[in-house]
């Protein structure tokens, strides 16, 4: 029975780490939240198994935002995974959507960003353009690359409901045998998307690394879960201003905001507005879905 599991692995006698991750319910919760062409749905699936990697080398307290940006069909692509495992993600996109490059799908100004943001501290972003027919791999081992002088490799594969992700990472204080990190990529490179889909994570390392020396951690469990909160979208109108909020309340008679990630639904009505901008708080309104 297939489950989210993430694992972490580090090469004894090589200065090498790596991750691989396999989600399941995760991804399902989702493509569930949308009806995603499939082809928006398989670059979100594998966006989400890159984020959930990268999100394991680090040590900190927070969310790990990555953002593809484009002027095309697609505008936007987003994942977000925090430090206690958890992920969401989403897409925003106009109209069908061919079975085309990533790039071609993002159209002219391709850019994508990754942010840092720890519970304490201050946020950090980066952002890179995006070369022709780059995919989701390539874009984040380039990232990598060029704004954290780190060497990573990354495979990546997504279908049927499932999505998974291996990576390596040369670390920056060397030791062991010097000539590891070529052959670790060359053994890494004869993973296929079956396998990565279809054996449990031990077997697929077994298979790649099993005349290395590789020590593995206890498994994490990535799932899905929102950060979306009342609280959150009151402090979103705040920033819109009382005067465009006013707007949308002469018009309509209340401001109700859905939650693009989960889809959940916040109603705001006139008691709730003054409430919410004399200062007095959002906890007395109602949340419903829409």
Known sequence: MTQDTLE????????????????????REVLARH???????????????????????????GTLVM?????????????????????????RWEGDLPDVSLAELLGNDR??????DPDEGEAYQGIV????????AEIIEHYMKHSE???????????????????????????GDPDAWERIQMLAQ?????????????????????????????????????????ERVG???EMVGREEVDHVLAEKGSVDVTCEFCGKGYHFDLVDVEQLFAGHGTQQGSAQRH
């Open 35 to 61: 009806d995603y062409p499939p082809v928006l749905a398989r670059f979100i699936g594998e966006l989400m198994a890159a984020g959930t990697l990268l999100s394991a080398t680090l040590k900190f307290e």
């Open 67 to 91: 953002q593809l940006h484009g002027t095309g069909a697609v505008r936007l692509l987003v994942v977000e995974v925090t430090s206690d495992n958890t992920i969401r993600a989403m897409a």
């Open 129 to 136: 353009g995006l070369e022709p027919e780059q995919s989701v």
């Open 111 to 116: 850019r994508f960003m990754l942010t840092l």
């Open 190 to 230: 004869t993973i296929t998307d079956e396998e990565m889909l279809g054996l449990p994570v031990r077997d697929v390392l077994y298979r790649l690394f099993n005349e290395e020396q590789v020590r593995v951690f206890d498994p994490a469990t990535p799932r899905f879960a929102c950060t979306c909160s009342r």
């Open 8 to 27: 972490r692995f580090l090469f004894d006698d090589a200065p090498v780490r790596g991750e691989i991750v396999k989600l399941d319910a995760s991804y």
């Open 149 to 175: 002088q780190l060497e990573t490799r990354l495979w990546l594969a997504c279908g049927d409901g499932l999505s998974a992700g291996l990576m390596v990472q040369k670390m920056p204080a060397g030791h």
């Open 235 to 237: 402090g979103m109108l």
